[in-house]
């Protein structure tokens, strides 16, 4: 007989609970009831839920379990950032990162175990793929640290381990559950998706999500240079990235947010930003200049902060809206491209790398 496997009841919406309700002759409002214990109250123990009749509590305990990961390392960085290790029950795992800012909670979500596209200069990227994560995976990325953390998530932003638009299904999955008011009530717009641009996806989006923001990765204004900074543009070039952002416009007439690490001598000289200038000209973008977080073991040196104001500089110069951001918890590797350590596969990380960083909640 096969083994009686436990669903997790995190990542789950009350259309979902309703029908094993109904055979447990039970009435359907108590999925309400129940999923309030899950993502408002964030109980641990189907015990706690002192609403609920114990015999329905009983049988949420033989049906269901509440998580499945556990949290194995916790960093705190002196700026208050924290970077949560949370593994999977069959061994691989995720960084999560929590960025406390005032009134505001984001946490940085990841959407696979390590990244296939494989950009150079990104710890995640080098240490490997192993796959991609499940919606309940990635929702309860965010349950678990809310739950550790006694916190509520007032933002999202899906810049962790992983390209989110190569795993289109349950990102989207997951997002139904982070905006529903019956899961974490986070509105859309509070929500934002980084990709390195992976056409068709970024259109599905436009159309299933049109309130979540976009945050595209370009790094660099010509092919040649992509191809090499960020592989996948050997599969979808510039000229079709940039389509679907005019389109994507077009869609949704929110403004883009566009990412472009500086690397020295790589992608920082004037005629890169004249050239990015002249690609994202009458646009409704903005660009977001991020200071590089230096990897051990690659050729990849951060832009000295010089060379970066020249370059947002000349950006504005040419009617280019422009931020040079800074990054958090630099000081636990925590910070943006750092986010590598899969279980089994280990990237490196220098201590070196660029004081000045950048942000990476760009939610509003
Ligand atoms: N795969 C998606 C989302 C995750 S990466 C994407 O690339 O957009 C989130 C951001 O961190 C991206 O803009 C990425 O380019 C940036 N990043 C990666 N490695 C970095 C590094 N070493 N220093 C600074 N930013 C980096
Ligand atoms: Fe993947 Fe993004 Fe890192 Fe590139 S920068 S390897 S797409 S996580």
Request: aromatic share 8%; net charge positive; proline share 6%.
């Amino acid at each position: 007989m096969r083994k009686n496997v436990k669903k997790n009841i995190v990542g789950m919406l009350p259309e979902d609970l309703v029908p094993w309700l109904g055979r447990e002759g039970e009435p359907s409002y108590r999925a309400r009831q129940i999923l309030r214990w899950v993502y408002e109250k964030r109980v641990s123990s189907f015990q706690d839920m002192s609403d609920i009749p114990l015999g329905l509590r009983e049988k949420l305990s033989a049906s269901f379990v509440l998580g499945t990961t556990r949290i194995a390392e916790v960093r705190t960085s002196s700026d208050g950032t924290k970077k949560f290790l949370l593994v999977f029950p069959q061994g691989d795992s995720v960084e999560v990162v929590a960025i406390p800012q005032r009134s505001w909670y984001t946490v940085c979500l990841s959407t696979q175990v390590g990244c296939p596209v494989r950009c150079p200069f990104c710890a995640t990227g080098r240490a490997g793929f192993r796959r991609s994560l499940t919606a309940d995976e990635i929702v309860e990325e965010a349950w678990r640290v809310s739950q550790s953390e006694r916190e509520r998530i007032t933002h999202l932003v899906f810049m962790g381990m992983g390209e989110p638009l190569l795993n289109y299904e349950e990102l989207a999955r997951a997002l139904r559950v982070f905006q529903s008011r019956e899961g974490f009530g986070i509105g859309s717009r509070r929500i934002t998706v980084s990709t390195v641009g992976v056409p068709e996806k970024m259109l599905q989006l436009a159309r299933d999500w049109p309130e979540v923001n976009l945050a595209l990765s370009l790094h660099a204004p010509s092919d040649d240079l992509r191809n090499f900074l960020v592989p996948l543009n050997r599969t979808y070039p510039l000229k079709e990235v940039l389509a679907a952002l005019r389109e994507y416009l077009h869609l949704t007439r929110r403004r883009v947010t566009i990412e472009y690490t500086l690397w020295q001598d790589f992608n920082d000289g004037k005629v890169h930003a004249l050239q990015l200038s002249r690609l994202l000209r009458g646009l409704l973008v903005h660009v977001n200049l991020i200071p590089g977080n230096r990897i051990k073991g690659t050729p990849f040196v951060p832009s000295p902060p010089e060379r970066a104001v020249a370059f947002a500089a000349l950006l504005q110069k040419h009617g280019i809206p422009v931020t040079l951001r800074r990054s958090r918890g630099r000081d636990i590797q925590a910070a943006c491209g750092e986010l590598y350590r899969i279980h089994g596969l280990r990237g490196e990380v220098a201590d070196d790398y660029c004081p000045e960083k950048r942000c990476n909640a760009t939610g509003n």
